[in-house]
């Protein structure tokens, strides 16, 4: 049997750990496009703000593939697969069999899609090279502007302001954070970040990079110039699902997989941020960029390409930062539009703290924790239970509230065996 993973973050590491629990001898190969062994992608905000060496990124132990009877193959981009001939093509000419194929090929940043965000200065910030070439320009301080108030700007925006930068950060709806929680929670935090020094102007959007070779600044769609030493830009994720085009493979948002993880293509998976799975919460198919779902999804795929018949439960939107020592974590379906939803929340503006549960049919389905995360993993696994909460409803937000007093909601459901703590899995930027 030859195992081959294209992918060598979240998803392929543990897909990689769990085939060797169960098959020591397998071949396995796996290919990545960085020239990196697998690093903790989310850190490095932490790597670009001086709060930790290149070394402390890696995901695992260096000799991690050496132990692991693994072929690694760096700096290698497969463009083709091959199914009938059960093959991969790479950028290189390279042509590889595989018996089983893992796809867990990512996402990239979404670009602006306007004229000059190709200059030079202009970056994503995904990878660890993007933080490399950010880092050195940083060296000369100046000015920055980000274009995005989600997390992938925000982190960097954190980063560049602890190394003591200007950086302002401009969205175009009118507040930051608008994809990840709730209205109140991301005001408070946007105000949170004034106060630290980082500028936010909400409701303009860039319409060309300004500068020749190099980027200088931006001109916005209300006319207006702003300078600029360094551009990133931080709009989101696009899955890179190009390789699996006219192959076969069913593809949407990103590549359609089954509860087993399974692709339409037999013995070709999908797993990570590329692929297309259930959302535990709408039910509906969905591609959710999470360190976390990456990590269960990639156990779960590995798991199967060895013959086994693992369920993969589903997603759920899960993500906490933490900026100047405010920490807010939000799980689950926060932004409620539609009718049939409960909301209760509790504030003090004064403390900056503020707890948001959303339940629809006595069943908890999502939580906003703005300065006061200690319960977010008993939440959490409340949420992905599904558990019937009405006898607890009430007191959900008291102080007192802890495992203790769901303890016995979460262990009656059979299998019963998620973990309580959030903090481990979902990365924080401190």
Request: include cysteine; aromatic fraction near 6%.
């Amino acid at each position: 049997m030859h195992y081959v993973i294209i992918g060598n973050c979240a998803a392929g590491i543990n897909a990689v750990e769990a085939i060797r629990d169960i098959d020591k001898k397998s071949e396995i190969t796996v290919i990545s496009e960085e020239n990196y062994p697998g690093y903790c992608r989310c850190l490095i905000s932490e790597y670009l703000a001086g709060e930790r060496e290149e070394n402390q990124l890696l995901y695992r132990e260096e000799d991690f593939y050496e132990k692991n009877n693994v072929s690694l193959s760096l700096g290698e981009k497969v463009v083709q697969v091959e199914p009938k001939s059960k093959r991969i093509v790479t950028k290189s000419g390279k042509k590889i069999s595989y018996d089983r194929l893992l796809i867990a090929t990512g996402a990239r940043p979404k670009g602006l899609g306007i004229p000059g965000e190709d200059k030079e200065g202009v970056f994503g910030f995904r990878t660890l090279d993007d933080a490399k070439k950010i880092k050195e320009l940083a060296e000369n301080r100046g000015k920055v502007l980000v274009f995005g108030g989600g997390l992938i700007g925000l982190k960097a925006s954190y980063a560049l302001k602890k190394r003591g930068l200007d950086v302002e950060v401009i969205v175009k709806s009118p507040r930051i954070l608008s994809q990840v929680t709730d209205e109140r929670a991301a005001q408070m935090m946007g105000s949170w970040l004034i106060e630290n020094g980082i500028d936010i102007r909400t409701g303009s959007a860039p319409i060309d990079i300004l500068g020749d070779k190099r980027a200088k600044g931006a001109r916005l769609d209300n006319g207006e110039k702003v300078t600029g030493d360094i551009v990133i830009i931080g709009k989101g994720v696009v899955c890179n699902k190009e390789l699996a085009e006219d192959s076969g493979i069913r593809i949407h948002w990103g590549i359609i997989a089954n509860d087993y993880l399974e692709t339409n293509l037999s013995d070709i998976y999908a797993a990570g941020d590329v692929a297309e799975t259930k959302d535990i919460i709408l039910g509906e198919k969905t591609t959710n960029a999470l360190w976390t779902a990456a990590t269960e999804q990639g156990k779960v795929a590995g798991e199967n390409m060895t013959g086994r018949k693992r369920i993969y439960p589903g997603s759920l939107a899960a993500n906490s930062i933490e900026f100047f020592d405010l920490p807010l974590i939000s799980v689950g379906h926060v932004r409620v539009r539609d009718n049939g939803y409960e909301e209760f929340f509790r504030l003090n503006e004064q403390d900056c703290i503020y707890k948001k549960l959303v339940i629809k049919e006595n069943r908890l389905v999502g939580v906003v924790l703005l300065n006061a995360i200690e319960n977010a993993g008993v939440y959490t696994a409340l949420i992905r239970r599904g558990v019937d909460i009405s006898k607890v409803k009430d007191i959900l937000l008291e102080n007192y509230f802890d495992y203790a007093l769901v303890k016995d909601l979460l262990e009656k459901k059979e299998g019963f065996r998620e973990s309580i703590s959030i903090t481990g899995d979902v990365v924080k930027t401190a």
